[in-house]
Nanobody, 126 residues
Framework: QVQLVESGGRLVQAGGSLRLSCAAS????????MGWFRQAPGKEREFVAA????????AYADSVKGRFTISRDNAKKTVYLQMNSLKPEDTAAYYC???????????????????WGQGTQVTVSS
């Protein structure tokens, strides 16, 4: 069982930066693929970024590539999402998720994640 708690979301101006954190419980954090997803009002939840257990393999949505960076600290059992050059369309609730299967091909697939956090709100003003 893994519990995930996100933090770091807040109101920020367009062009600004934020770093989201997701703290995990459990003894086998390094064995999980970790992902970030987001959901804007009235829209479906969508993939943002994911990172393999070793931290070597990453995946990003095209909409955030070059602006967002996912990273992890396995000793601290924490995954981060550094968000730069924020745009109003980045406004959403951001969710952290953990996937026990290390299959890289499914890193982008929301339905393959086993555990989810409660979300943290990011609002980007224009």
């Amino acid at each position: 069982q893994v519990q995930l708690v996100e933090s770091g979301g807040r109101l920020v101006q367009a062009g600004g930066s934020l770093r989201l954190s997701c703290a995990a419980s459990g003894r086998t954090f390094s064995s999980y693929v970790m992902g970030w997803f987001r959901q804007a009002p009235g829209k479906e939840r969508e993939f943002v970024a994911a990172l393999s257990g070793s931290g070597v393999i990453t995946a990003y949505a095209d909409s955030v590539k070059g602006r967002f960076t996912i990273s992890r600290d396995n000793a601290k059992k924490t995954v981060y999402l550094q968000m730069n050059s924020l745009k109003p369309e980045d406004t959403a609730a951001y969710y952290c998720a953990a996937k026990s299967a290390q299959t890289i091909a499914t890193m982008r697939m929301m339905g393959r994640y086993d555990y989810w956090g409660q979300g943290t709100q990011v609002t980007v003003s224009s």
